[in-house]
């Protein structure tokens, strides 16, 4: 959208298969992603980067999604990651834990003689998708959930002040 009150003018930019749309962007996102650790996967919304995460444990396995919604219509996308681990245990026990949200980490590990080293960080797949949508004029927004934890922390921030200063204003000698 240009402003607040009307539809995005820009040519193809509300048609999903125009040159600025939803499917201009999936493709540049799918062949972006050749060449690299990172594998594409279309969903109706818009699509998912998959990479799986080095570890130097081998009881520990770690997939990370960059889940991209996309709104044609409004030329927007939200980015949301979601982290998968999975860990064996002693005794055949396991441990599954998936994390949802905007994840920025990075991780390093070298083999037990030193001939291999791996690296990952997580801000390699945003600069890879934001870039994408960048050269063809998308916007992205923060995921709903993103909005609602920073209202909650500018809210519990706010409490926090107004009770030290009402605490200074009755214990003020």
């Avoid at 009881?59 to 999975?86: I, K, M, N, S, W």
């Avoid at 291999?116 to 992205?140: D, K, M, P, T």
Wanted: charged share 25%; hydrophobic share 35%; no cysteine.
């Amino acid at each position: 959208m240009n402003d607040a009150s009307g539809p995005d003018d820009r040519p193809g930019r509300n048609d999903a298969a125009g040159p600025r749309g939803a499917e201009a962007l999936r493709a540049r996102a799918e062949a972006a992603t050749t060449g690299t650790p990172h594998r594409y996967r279309w969903t109706e919304p818009g699509f998912d980067l998959v990479v799986d995460v080095p570890q130097p444990s081998g009881r520990v396995t770690q997939v990370h999604t960059y889940r991209v919604r996309l709104r044609p219509a409004e030329g927007t996308f939200t980015l949301t990651d979601v982290v998968r681990t999975h860990e064996r245990g002693p005794f055949g026990t396991t441990q599954k834990t998936v994390e949802s949200g905007r994840a920025r980490y990075r991780t390093w590990s070298r083999s037990l003689d030193g001939t291999e080293r791996h690296s990952f960080s997580s801000a390699e797949g945003h600069r890879l998708i934001r870039g994408v949508a960048q050269e063809l004029g998308w916007r992205e927004t923060r995921p709903a959930t993103e909005k609602a934890a920073l209202f909650a922390g500018a809210l519990g921030g706010l409490i926090a002040v107004g009770t030290l200063v009402a605490l200074a204003v009755v214990f003020w000698p």
